[in-house]
Structure formats: C-alpha cells, structure tokens
C-alpha cells in the first residue's frame, strides 16, 4: 500500500513562487514515475507534470517554462517549483504516483489527499 502527502500550498500573490513537495511512502517499486495534477473549480483535473524514476519529464504546455518539477528517489519524494504564478493557475494541486508493481504484474495509482493553492492579484 501506498500514501502520498503533500504540503507547500497556499496563498501567493501574482508573480509569486510556490514549492510544492509529495513524499511517497510504502511499497515502492523502481518502475515508477510521480507528478501534479490540479483541479480548478468546475474544471477537470488536468496533468501538470510529471516525472519518472530516471528523470524523464513532461510539461502542460500552460506551465513550461514556469513550472519545474523534480524528484528526490532516495527519499521518494517529488517537488514541484512554481513560478511567475497565474490568475490561472489556482486549484487544488494533488500528488500522484504510478508504477508497476513486478509482482502483481499490473500498473497502479496513487493519489495524495491535495494541496490548495491559491493567487492573489
């Protein structure tokens, strides 16, 4: 079993910074990758990016340049650095882990509990 906690949210004014972090904990396999999602009010949840074990790296196209995430393995926990923030960019930032469990033989999800974030103007 595996639980995600995220802590680095809450209020910054427009053009401010943020550093969001995710620590995995439990069984954790090496063929993995972990990343951010949001949800903004009355929207979907969307990626916003993402990482693998061997720092492999995808961006929403909204945040490239601005956003940046990284990973600790040792620790199994992620980071995601955020910068010159958006009226845009507000929602509820969620943690999330896949990987492939060997021994099970399939691919799973994990979600943390979410973290606001929320930009002033």
């Known amino acids: 079993q595996v639980q995600l906690v995220e802590s680095g949210g809450g209020l910054v004014q427009a053009g401010g910074s943020l550093r969001l972090s995710c620590a995995a904990s439990?069984?954790?396999?090496?063929?993995?990758?972990m990343g951010w999602y949001r949800q903004a009010p009355g929207k979907q949840r969307e990626l916003v990016a993402a990482v693998t074990r061997g720092g492999s790296t995808n961006y929403a196209d909204s945040v490239k340049g601005r956003f940046t995430i990284s990973r600790d393995n040792a620790k199994n926990t992620v980071y995601l650095q955020m910068t010159s923030l958006k009226p845009e960019d507000p929602a509820v930032y969620y943690c999330?882990?896949?990987?492939?469990?060997?021994?099970?033989?399939?691919?799973?999800?994990?979600w943390g509990q979410g973290t606001q974030v929320t930009v002033s103007s």
């Open positions: 439990g069984r954790i396999f090496s063929d993995n990758a």
């Open positions: 999330n882990l896949n990987q492939y469990n060997s021994f099970s033989i399939r691919r799973s999800d994990y």
